[in-house]
Structures are given as structure tokens and as C-alpha cells.
């Protein structure tokens, strides 16, 4: 496996020292709160049970009437404060818990929160019941329903893309549009407001899109349906429509909370605003700085713009880290503090630690699954961890399937939290491999179905017509029944004959070389100009999953083994999958950044740390990055397209959440290649070492930080290099000249000076290499060379 090398700074930094954060003050309420004062007793019953509150929480606690705007930043203990606060004015305050309403986003969360109310001093457990901390959407069910609403909830995604697929059958659209992005397109709809009845038709898209809509809100209302989204939609509508209900909610309802309000999308807001009145002892807690669910509809400006919806609002800043080490939550403070979008806070810490964040500079995603995984087994087979320590974030789905692989093939145990289908099974990637299965089999039915979308044949009406024509007379190649069927007209005719002559080529060509084909031919303009995937929020991600199909290919010599690893992969990943009912299991987490917001654990990988991954492509001007950022114009129909800054700066805001769920050992990689093409070390790395974006100044692999390749425990380190990722030297002459850090191969040998450039990927992935001068072994360092 590959040797696992690491470096102190990210390779492109300046000098700037490391970033670290201040340690927090140690006093809490023990401190704070006199036995003399009267709500003293209260602070002690919560003491005495292990919580004693920092300043800035005791406040938020001791908080009684008016809005309060709670800035919670990352391991902050937000959740320790909603629940004291809760206690705080049932037993102080005298609230009868039948007043208070706190409301959050996941039922783990609610049933954490009512545990915890139930486990504070003097309250019993009748009182924490009548306590309603529920998720919204639980909450304002049990309103419906009160109010006689008796639809059943439609809330599985496969029943709810079978009725859309159905739908879309009887439109003949079967072929255009995914589901997935149907729903995803009514929701945002939904969250913001907006009325389906008003969606324009100005083209044939628009109006299939709006009919679409149309025809999903009439199945369902028609089936005494409702979804999820429904359930807020229905209750807004209700409480408008009813003053009298709104009002016996409000007069019950005088204490209300809202956990994770950074998440939260206009039609929330709206409800919790309308319970919240008219006395307003509504209390949000939240952090702008990760606010990361924007494409749902959530807004960071709620938060920056409290205060314009309640002036008189008093603001606390819970801004001690409990979870992380100083040097993980000083690197936070220095990546996020480039936002210019949010509320100005830095965050303290309470924990030192002698380890500091890692840097890694693969030379590709595989070679950089393959050195975390080196790192994580020689930790585990070390006893130094569990696998259950490990977890590995990224930036978009697409970006862990190296990662995925090498897991599979190494037999580590692992849970993957993202999409349920596997890469090679996402619907952009079938049809390519289809074709590949058909070179292997032209008789392969299945793969012939699902390349027929990309003639523009209906797959049920072109399937059932080869089924028919085969009852007569079998083909080798069952696709040319189709240059028989009725209503072709003669260019898509011609189209077939031209598909079954490129199946026929593709059979002497490597897999990589086949889809790059495919997709210059006919792919990448039939993703494009199918009217469907105009609805993809991001259009860049099916470039980029393409690429990525093209990446893994690169790997096989014949589309035979290509598809055999895949059929392994698909086998392999499925019995993995098991292990994700099993809360127990020891397993290495895989997730998107996204999926891993409020969670924490004790090692966290970050992989894709360079331009064009994080931040995406998405949000680059034309020409940055690892990959242009092509039509960018096109990207997003059904939603307002964000300017540029407001782009960047949410990527920014991932990168932090990522950084800060690590406690203990964080290690960031940035690979130097990315789907063949040079990609530079974020800018969101550097900028904390000083460093301009290598990006935009030309720093490809320029380096800094002392290195280590962890061969064993007794592989010597490279000795430390004064970083910059450009800096001055000396020519013989005494002329200055610029030079930058490169990765390069350094004989072992005392006495011998050679070196080598590490100059492509292929070399980069040795794991030894003789000497040329005097063939001892060579390790893996850095050298300073002219630019």
C-alpha cells in the first residue's frame, strides 16, 4: 500500500505560523453564580450533575423575555444551553411547561433534548412532557391532525419516484427527467413560498415542468395523500386562514425556541415567527458560519438580518469550543474568518494538544485513498484506534468513490452515508456502461434498455418492439430490430445503424478510451440537450461524475475487467451496506461534508481540498480551478442563480464545518491531480498560513512544513523546509531568483547528495526508487528550485 506521508503546513504556505486559538478562561458558573443570588440553587442542582455553565451561556440561560439571537459557534454546547434554559424557566422563572415549544430539525435531536429536559433538577417527568420539543415537522403534524387533516403521509422516495415515473410515462417524458430532481425542484418551490398555479410556461420545459407539478399535487390529493413538505405547507395555510387558531397557539405557546436556525428555510421561519407573536420571547440558535443547506432553501441572513425583524433583540455569543484541540479550532478561525458575509466571532478552546493538523498532497484520488487507508490501518493494527475513529469527508458524492474502492478492496469495514446506489449505478453513469456491457454481449437485454434513452426511443415502447421482433426471428444484435420500428423517422434510423457500428468500435478500444468516445460522439451533447437535466441544480456535477467514470476506467486494459470490477464493487458495497443497521459495528464513516454537520469524531480525513473540488467548480468564475466552470448560464433554471461571492463564500463555510467535526487528529489532503488535470491546494488552506490562492498566483505543488513518510514507526522524517510557496534565493552571481518547493525523491546515503523531481503521477505512486548515483534507497522529501 502506499506509504502514508504528511506535511505540518500545506504545501504552497508561507511562513506564517500555525494557527492556534486562545484557551478559553476557566470560570463557570461555580465561579459566577454567588450562593447568595436566587436562582444560586438552581446552578448548583445543575452542577452537581456535571454541567456548570460558561459566562456567555449562563446569559443565554438567565435570558427571560424579548428575542434573543443565540450565535452558537462549532462543539459551542448549544444543545446544553436550549436544555438549561428550558429548565431554567420552568424552575426559576415559573413557566408551566405546557408554554415552552422547542422546535429542531431531526427527531435524534428531539429525543435527545427531551431526555435531557427529563434528567434536570426539579423536574419531573410530567413536566418534561408537557414540554413539546419535537422536529417541525412533528409538530405541526400533530396540529393537522387535531385539526382533522387525515391524509396519509407519502413519505418514501421509491413509492414517490414510481408515481412520478408514471406520470411521466402518460406525458411520454419517461426519458427526460429524473424524479429525484422533480422533487427536489417542487420542494425548493415549496419552502420559499411560491405558487405552483403562477410557475411560468414560457418554454416547452417550463411547461412540462409546471404540468408535471400539477399533475403530482392532484395524484396525491386525489389519493388522500400529503409528503413531508406538505405538512408545513398545509399548517401555514391553515393558520392564515384560521386567526383564531393562530391566536389559542400563540397565547399557549409564550416561550419559543428554534435549534439549528441557520438551517432554517422562509415557510419555517414564517411559522415560527407567526407562533412567536405577538409577545416574542423567541429565542434562535444558530451559527451563520454553518450555514450550508442553501440549495433547501436555508439562509444565512436570517441571522444577519434578525435584528432588522426584531430591533430590540439582544445578541450572545457562545464562543468556547469544547470539542476540538486549539490547533483545530485556530485553523477554523483562520479559514473562516475570510467570509465578509456573517457575524464576527472567534472561537476559544479548551483543549490542548501536541498533535497538529496534517497536510497531504497526493498525487491523485487514488493514490490519496490509498495512502488514508495506509494511515488508518497502521493505526488500528497498531491499537492505537478503532476503524469507528475514522471518519472521511468530502465535497461532492462523486469524490468518494477512490475512496469507496479501495475500502472494498482492502476488506475494511465501513459505512458509506450518501446516496443508497453506489457510484457506478447512479442514473448519468448506467447508460455509458450499458455500452460497455453490450460490447461483452449484444444480447444483453437489460443494457439494451438502458442505453435506448439516448437514442430518444422510450425505453417501454422500444424494448417491447425487440421483445416482439425477437418472438420472430433472434438477432445477435437485437438493437438493429429497432431500425423496423414504425414511428422512427429515417435520421433516427440512421442513428441506430450509426450506435450498432460504435458498439462494434468500442470493442477494440480500453475502457477510458471507449467512454471518452462515447462521450464525444453522442454523451455529452445527449446531457445537454435532453430537456430534463436542465433541471439539475448543478450541472457541473454530471461533468464531473463523467470525468470521475473516466478516471476509474484509466485503471483496466478491457472493458471485460472494467465491468467485472464494477459487478465486484456493486457485490461488495451492498454487503456493506448491512453494516449500517448496526449502531455498533466498528466501521470507518464516509459522508459529504453536508451529511456530516452537528456530528463529531476523534479523526477526521478531509479529501479534495484543492481548487476545483473545494471549493467546486460551481462556484468558480469561467477558467479557475481544476475544471472550467462551463454554461454556467445554463446552471440553474429553477433556481436564482447566486452571484459569485455568495458562492465562494458557502464553500467556504463547508470547508470549516469539515474541519471543525475532528476532536483530536485532523488531516487535510489536497491531491495535486484531479481527473488528469493539474488542481492547486485550496485557497481556503492556505489563506491561513498567509498564502494567496495558489490558484490564482500559479503554485502548483510548492511546498512548506516539515514532511514525514510513515513507512513504521522508525521512518526517519524530512528535514524541515523554510516555507514559502514562493520565495527568494541566491544565484551563484549573487542574483536574486524566485524559487518554489516541488516534491522529489532524496537519496538516504550519507554523504550522497542526489535527488530526483517527482515529475508525473505514475512516479509519484512508487513507494521506493534506487539511487542512480549510488542505488541506495531513495525516500520521498521536498527540494527549493528555481521557478
Same mark, same amino acid.
Given at each position: 500500500? !502506499?506509504?502514508?506521508?504528511?506535511?505540518?503546513?500545506? $504545501?504552497?504556505?508561507?511562513?506564517?505560523?500555525?494557527?492556534?486559538?486562545?484557551?478559553?478562561?476557566?470560570? &463557570?458558573?461555580?465561579?459566577?453564580? +454567588?450562593?447568595?443570588?436566587?436562582?444560586?440553587?438552581?446552578?448548583?442542582?445543575?452542577?452537581?450533575?456535571?454541567?456548570?455553565?460558561?459566562?456567555?451561556?449562563?446569559?443565554?440561560?438567565?435570558?427571560?423575555?424579548?428575542?434573543?439571537?443565540?450565535?452558537? @459557534?462549532?462543539?459551542?454546547?448549544?444543545?446544553?444551553?436550549?436544555?438549561?434554559? &428550558?429548565?431554567?424557566?420552568?424552575?426559576?422563572?415559573?413557566?408551566? *411547561?405546557?408554554?415552552?415549544?422547542?422546535?429542531?430539525?431531526? #427527531?435524534?435531536?428531539?429525543?435527545?433534548?427531551?431526555?435531557?429536559?427529563?434528567?434536570?433538577?426539579?423536574?419531573?417527568?410530567?413536566?418534561?412532557?408537557?414540554?413539546?420539543?419535537?422536529?417541525?415537522?412533528?409538530?405541526?403534524?400533530?396540529?393537522?391532525?387535531?385539526?382533522?387533516?387525515?391524509?396519509?403521509?407519502?413519505?418514501?422516495?421509491?413509492?414517490?419516484?414510481?408515481?412520478? %415515473?408514471?406520470?411521466?410515462?402518460?406525458?411520454?417524458?419517461?426519458?427526460?427527467? /429524473?424524479?429525484?430532481?422533480?422533487?427536489?425542484?417542487?420542494?425548493?418551490? %415549496?419552502?420559499?413560498?411560491?405558487?405552483?398555479?403562477?410557475?411560468?410556461?414560457? &418554454?416547452?420545459?417550463?411547461?412540462?415542468?409546471?404540468?408535471?407539478?400539477?399533475?403530482?399535487?392532484?395524484?396525491?390529493?386525489?389519493?388522500?395523500?400529503?409528503?413531508?413538505?406538505?405538512?408545513?405547507?398545509?399548517?401555514?395555510?391553515?393558520?392564515?386562514?384560521? =386567526?383564531?387558531?393562530?391566536? +389559542?397557539?400563540?397565547?399557549?405557546?409564550?416561550?419559543?425556541?428554534?435549534?439549528?436556525?441557520?438551517?432554517?428555510?422562509?415557510?419555517?421561519?414564517?411559522?415560527?415567527?407567526?407562533?412567536?407573536?405577538?409577545?416574542?420571547?423567541?429565542?434562535?440558535?444558530?451559527?451563520?458560519?454553518?450555514?450550508?443547506?442553501?440549495?433547501?432553501?436555508?439562509?444565512?441572513?436570517?441571522?444577519?438580518?434578525?435584528?432588522?425583524?426584531?430591533?430590540?433583540?439582544?445578541?450572545?455569543?457562545?464562543?468556547?469550543?469544547?470539542?476540538? !484541540?486549539?490547533?483545530?479550532?485556530?485553523?477554523?478561525?483562520?479559514?473562516?474568518?475570510?467570509? &465578509?458575509?456573517?457575524?464576527?466571532?472567534?472561537?476559544?478552546?479548551?483543549?490542548?494538544?501536541?498533535?497538529?493538523?496534517?497536510?497531504?498532497?497526493? @498525487?491523485?484520488?487514488?493514490?490519496?485513498?490509498?495512502?488514508?487507508?495506509?494511515?488508518?490501518?497502521?493505526?488500528?493494527?497498531?491499537?492505537?484506534?478503532?476503524?469507528?475513529?475514522?471518519?472521511?469527508?468530502?465535497?461532492?458524492?462523486?469524490?468518494?468513490?477512490?475512496?469507496?474502492?479501495? $475500502?472494498?478492496?482492502?476488506?475494511?469495514?465501513?459505512?458509506?452515508?450518501?446516496?443508497?446506489?453506489?457510484?457506478?449505478?447512479?442514473?448519468?453513469?448506467?447508460?455509458?456502461?450499458?455500452?460497455?456491457?453490450?460490447?461483452?454481449?449484444?444480447?444483453?437485454?437489460?443494457?439494451?434498455?438502458?442505453?435506448?434513452?439516448? $437514442?430518444?426511443?422510450?425505453?417501454?415502447?422500444?424494448?417491447?418492439?425487440?421483445?416482439?421482433?425477437?418472438?420472430? %426471428?433472434?438477432?445477435?444484435?437485437?438493437?438493429?430490430?429497432?431500425?423496423?420500428?414504425?414511428?422512427?423517422?429515417?435520421?433516427?434510423?440512421?442513428?441506430?445503424?450509426?450506435?450498432?457500428?460504435?458498439?462494434?468500435?468500442?470493442?477494440?478500444?480500453? =475502457?477510458?478510451?471507449?467512454?471518452?468516445?462515447?462521450?464525444?460522439?453522442?454523451?455529452?451533447?445527449?446531457?445537454?440537450?435532453?430537456?430534463?437535466?436542465?433541471?439539475?441544480?448543478?450541472?457541473?456535477?454530471?461533468?464531473?461524475?463523467?470525468?470521475?467514470?473516466?478516471?476509474?476506467?484509466?485503471?483496466?486494459?478491457?472493458?471485460?475487467?472494467?465491468?467485472?470490477?464494477?459487478?465486484?464493487?456493486?457485490?461488495?458495497?451492498?454487503?456493506?451496506?448491512?453494516?449500517?443497521?448496526? *449502531?455498533?459495528?466498528?466501521?470507518?464513516?464516509?459522508? !459529504?461534508?453536508?451529511?456530516?454537520?452537528?456530528?463529531?469524531?476523534?479523526?477526521?480525513?478531509?479529501?479534495?481540498?484543492?481548487?476545483?473540488?473545494?471549493?467546486? #467548480?460551481?462556484?468558480?468564475? *469561467?477558467? /479557475?480551478?481544476?475544471?472550467?466552470?462551463?454554461?454556467?448560464? %445554463?446552471?440553474?433554471?429553477?433556481?436564482?442563480?447566486?452571484?459569485?461571492?455568495?458562492?465562494?463564500?458557502?464553500?467556504?463555510?463547508?470547508?470549516?464545518v469539515a474541519i471543525t467535526r475532528a476532536k483530536e487528529e485532523l488531516i487535510i489532503s489536497s491531491p495535486a491531480y484531479y481527473r488528469?488535470?493539474?488542481?492547486?491546494?485550496?485557497?481556503?488552506?492556505?489563506?491561513?498560513?498567509?498564502?494567496?490562492?495558489?490558484?490564482?498566483?500559479?503554485?502548483?505543488?510548492?511546498?512548506?512544513?516539515?514532511?514525514?513518510?510513515?513507512?513504521?514507526?522508525?521512518?526517519?522524517?524530512?528535514?524541515?523546509?523554510?516555507?514559502?510557496?514562493?520565495?527568494?534565493?541566491?544565484?551563484?552571481?549573487?542574483?536574486? !531568483?524566485?524559487?518554489?518547493?516541488?516534491?522529489?525523491?532524496?537519496?538516504?546515503? /550519507?554523504?550522497?547528495?542526489?535527488?530526483?523531481?517527482?515529475?508525473?503521477?505514475?512516479?509519484?505512486?512508487?513507494?521506493?526508487?534506487?539511487?542512480?548515483?549510488?542505488?541506495?534507497?531513495?525516500?520521498?522529501?521536498?527540494?527549493?528550485?528555481?521557478?
Open positions: 500500500m !502506499t506509504p502514508w506521508i504528511s506535511y505540518n503546513t500545506p $504545501l504552497g504556505a508561507s511562513g506564517k505560523p500555525i494557527p492556534r486559538a486562545a484557551m478559553a478562561p476557566a470560570k &463557570t458558573t461555580k465561579d459566577l453564580v +454567588s450562593d447568595d443570588q436566587s436562582d444560586a440553587f438552581y446552578f448548583r442542582a445543575l452542577e452537581s450533575r456535571g454541567i456548570a455553565l460558561n459566562a456567555r451561556q449562563l446569559e443565554a440561560v438567565r435570558h427571560f423575555e424579548g428575542p434573543i439571537l443565540t450565535l452558537a @459557534g462549532a462543539g459551542s454546547g448549544k444543545t446544553s444551553v436550549l436544555v438549561a434554559r &428550558t429548565g431554567y424557566l420552568m424552575t426559576v422563572r415559573q413557566v408551566p *411547561p405546557a408554554n415552552i415549544l422547542l422546535v429542531t430539525f431531526s #427527531s435524534k435531536a428531539a429525543a435527545e433534548m427531551k431526555q435531557r429536559i427529563a434528567g434536570l433538577p426539579g423536574i419531573t417527568s410530567r413536566m418534561a412532557q408537557e414540554v413539546q420539543a419535537r422536529t417541525f415537522h412533528s409538530f405541526f403534524l400533530l396540529l393537522l391532525r387535531k385539526q382533522g387533516y387525515s391524509q396519509e403521509i407519502f413519505s418514501e422516495t421509491r413509492y414517490q419516484h414510481i408515481v412520478l %415515473k408514471r406520470l411521466l410515462r402518460e406525458r411520454g417524458l419517461a426519458d427526460d427527467y /429524473e424524479p429525484e430532481t422533480i422533487l427536489a425542484a417542487l420542494s425548493s418551490y %415549496k419552502m420559499n413560498l411560491v405558487d405552483l398555479s403562477g410557475l411560468p410556461e414560457r &418554454t416547452p420545459d417550463e411547461a412540462n415542468i409546471k404540468h408535471i407539478f400539477m399533475q403530482y399535487e392532484q395524484w396525491k390529493a386525489a389519493n388522500d395523500k400529503m409528503d413531508f413538505d406538505d405538512i408545513l405547507l398545509f399548517a401555514h395555510r391553515l393558520l392564515k386562514e384560521s =386567526p383564531q387558531l393562530l391566536s +389559542s397557539l400563540q397565547n399557549r405557546f409564550r416561550y419559543v425556541m428554534n435549534d439549528e436556525f441557520q438551517d432554517t428555510n422562509k415557510l419555517q421561519y414564517e411559522l415560527v415567527r407567526m407562533i412567536a407573536a405577538p409577545q416574542n420571547n423567541l429565542m434562535v440558535v444558530g451559527d451563520d458560519d454553518q450555514t450550508i443547506y442553501t440549495f433547501q432553501g436555508a439562509s444565512h441572513e436570517f441571522i444577519l438580518q434578525f435584528h432588522t425583524e426584531y430591533p430590540g433583540a439582544k445578541t450572545v455569543t457562545l464562543d468556547i469550543n469544547y470539542r476540538s !484541540t486549539a490547533s483545530i479550532v485556530g485553523l477554523g478561525n483562520e479559514i473562516i474568518r475570510h467570509n &465578509t458575509q456573517r457575524k464576527s466571532k472567534t472561537l476559544l478552546a479548551t483543549r490542548q494538544s501536541t498533535e497538529l493538523p496534517q497536510y497531504m498532497r497526493p @498525487g491523485d484520488t487514488d493514490e490519496e485513498a490509498q495512502q488514508v487507508l495506509s494511515r488508518i490501518r497502521q493505526e488500528v493494527e497498531q491499537g492505537k484506534r478503532s476503524y469507528s475513529d475514522f471518519a472521511v469527508l468530502y465535497r461532492s458524492a462523486s469524490s468518494s468513490r477512490a475512496m469507496l474502492e479501495e $475500502l472494498v478492496v482492502h476488506n475494511i469495514p465501513f459505512v458509506h452515508y450518501g446516496n443508497v446506489d453506489l457510484f457506478y449505478e447512479q442514473w448519468a453513469v448506467r447508460p455509458l456502461i450499458d455500452h460497455l456491457r453490450l460490447v461483452l454481449d449484444r444480447r444483453n437485454f437489460e443494457a439494451l434498455g438502458g442505453i435506448l434513452q439516448t $437514442l430518444y426511443i422510450n425505453r417501454d415502447r422500444g424494448m417491447e418492439f425487440i421483445h416482439r421482433c425477437e418472438k420472430v %426471428k433472434k438477432k445477435k444484435g437485437p438493437l438493429i430490430h429497432l431500425r423496423e420500428l414504425p414511428e422512427l423517422k429515417d435520421f433516427q434510423k440512421d442513428k441506430v445503424m450509426e450506435r450498432i457500428k460504435l458498439i462494434h468500435m468500442l470493442s477494440d478500444m480500453k =475502457p477510458a478510451d471507449a467512454i471518452r468516445h462515447m462521450r464525444r460522439s453522442f454523451y455529452d451533447a445527449f446531457m445537454e440537450t435532453a430537456d430534463g437535466r436542465s433541471l439539475t441544480a448543478h450541472k457541473e456535477m454530471l461533468k464531473e461524475t463523467l470525468d470521475e467514470l473516466e478516471a476509474s476506467a484509466k485503471r483496466f486494459d478491457t472493458a471485460a475487467k472494467f465491468v467485472e470490477h464494477i459487478d465486484h464493487m456493486t457485490e461488495m458495497h451492498q454487503a456493506m451496506e448491512q453494516l449500517r443497521s448496526d *449502531p455498533g459495528a466498528d466501521t470507518v464513516t464516509l459522508m !459529504t461534508i453536508h451529511k456530516a454537520k452537528g456530528l463529531e469524531f476523534p479523526v477526521v480525513f478531509v479529501i479534495g481540498a484543492s481548487e476545483g473540488i473545494l471549493p467546486h #467548480s460551481s462556484a468558480l468564475e *469561467p477558467g /479557475e480551478g481544476a475544471a472550467k466552470n462551463e454554461k454556467r448560464e %445554463k446552471r440553474e433554471k429553477l433556481q436564482p442563480q447566486e452571484d459569485s461571492r455568495a458562492a465562494l463564500e458557502e464553500e467556504r463555510r463547508l470547508a470549516y488528469g488535470k493539474k488542481a492547486h491546494v485550496s485557497r481556503f488552506i492556505l489563506a491561513p498560513f498567509g498564502a494567496a490562492s495558489s490558484a490564482a498566483n500559479g503554485a502548483g505543488s510548492g511546498g512548506g512544513g516539515s514532511a514525514s513518510a510513515a513507512k513504521g514507526p522508525s521512518a526517519r522524517p524530512v528535514p524541515a523546509v523554510r516555507s514559502a510557496y514562493e520565495r527568494t534565493g541566491q544565484q551563484r552571481g549573487g542574483s536574486p !531568483t524566485k524559487l518554489v518547493t516541488v516534491q522529489a525523491w532524496l537519496c538516504t546515503a /550519507e554523504g550522497c547528495a542526489a535527488w530526483s523531481r517527482i515529475s508525473s503521477v505514475k512516479e509519484g505512486k512508487l513507494a521506493s526508487k534506487a539511487c542512480p548515483l549510488c542505488q541506495s534507497p531513495m525516500r520521498r522529501g521536498t527540494r527549493d528550485v528555481p521557478v
